[in-house]
C-alpha cells in the first residue's frame, strides 16, 4: 500500500504497480471519512492508516457499487459498526444485486463487477441525492460508470474524489473510453454518453485536485481533464461542448 497526502485527503493506493484501487480518507475537524472501500485485503491498511491519522473513522462513502470499491464494505463496517455508510439512492439498488434500469434509463446493461443479490450484507444508513452534503464533502450526481455513481467535492480545497468518471492510471480519460494500457474502467462502464455528459458537469467544477480510483492524484487537472473530455467527444461522435469553465481545454491552466 501507498498512502500520499494533499492537504485534507489521504489516498490509500492498493497494488499501484499492478493494478491501482484506490481509497481516500478525508479529514474532517474531528474524524475521518472514507471514500470508498477497495477490496477486502484493504481493511488491515486502511484501518491501520486511520489510526495513524489519529480521529476515529466515522463515515464510509461509496462512490458506486463495483466490487473494487465496495469490497472490503462487510469487513469494515464489522470493526467500525459506529461508522455510518453512504451511498446514492439509486446505487444502492445495485449494491443489493439489483442490476436492472429505471424507467428513463438509457437501455445499456450494466457492466462490471456489482455484488450478487445477497452478497453485500451491510444496509446503507444514508441514501444520498445530488447536492447533499457529507461534512465537507458534497455529493454530485455521476451517472457513467454505474446509473447511480456519485462523485464528491471537498468544498475546502476543491478536491475532486471522482471514482471511475476519470481514470488517471494508462492515461486519463473520461470513463468509457478505452485505454489500452488499463482498459478496465471503460470495459466495465454503463453508458459512455452518460460518462460524457458527466465528465462535463465535473470540469465546471473546476477542481485543484483529481483523486480517481484507479491512478495517481492529479494536481491543478482542469486542463488535463478538459483533453479527456475533448477526446470523449470526437470518440463519440459528438460536438464539443462551449463554455467549460474560465479557460479553454487546450491550454495548461494558470
Not at 492508516?49 to 476515529?56: F, V
Amino acid at each position: 500500500m501507498r498512502v500520499a497526502r494533499e492537504k485534507h485527503v489521504y489516498q490509500l493506493a492498493f497494488l499501484p504497480a499492478l493494478f491501482p484501487i484506490n481509497c481516500y480518507l478525508v479529514e474532517e475537524q474531528d474524524s475521518l471519512t472514507l471514500v470508498d472501500a477497495g477490496l477486502p485485503f484493504c481493511v488491515k491498511g486502511i484501518v491501520r492508516t486511520a489510526a495513524a491519522i489519529g480521529k476515529p473513522l466515522a463515515r464510509i462513502v461509496l462512490t458506486h457499487a463495483h466490487g473494487d470499491h465496495i469490497g472490503a464494505l462487510d469487513l469494515l463496517k464489522q470493526q467500525l459498526p459506529q461508522a455510518s455508510v453512504y451511498i446514492s439512492a439509486r446505487d444502492s439498488r445495485l449494491l443489493a444485486g439489483d442490476r436492472s434500469l429505471l424507467p428513463g434509463e438509457p437501455e445499456s446493461p450494466v457492466r462490471g463487477g456489482a455484488p450478487r443479490p445477497g452478497q453485500i450484507r451491510t444496509t446503507p444508513d444514508i441514501l444520498l441525492r445530488d447536492g447533499d452534503r457529507i461534512g465537507s464533502l458534497v455529493a454530485l450526481a455521476a451517472p457513467r460508470h454505474t446509473p447511480g455513481s456519485m462523485a464528491y467535492l471537498d468544498t475546502r480545497s476543491r478536491a475532486l474524489l471522482c471514482g471511475d468518471a476519470f481514470q488517471v492510471r494508462g492515461g486519463i480519460a473520461v470513463s468509457g473510453q478505452l485505454k489500452p494500457l488499463f482498459p478496465f474502467p471503460a470495459m466495465a462502464t454503463w453508458n459512455k454518453e452518460q460518462a460524457l455528459i458527466t465528465a462535463r458537469r465535473l470540469l465546471d467544477q473546476e477542481p485543484e485536485l483529481l483523486a480517481s480510483g484507479h491512478g495517481r492524484m492529479l494536481r491543478q487537472p482542469y486542463a488535463a481533464m478538459g483533453r479527456a473530455v475533448a477526446a470523449a467527444e470526437w470518440a463519440l461522435g459528438i460536438p464539443a461542448s462551449a463554455g467549460r469553465g474560465r479557460t479553454d481545454v487546450s491550454e495548461n491552466r494558470r
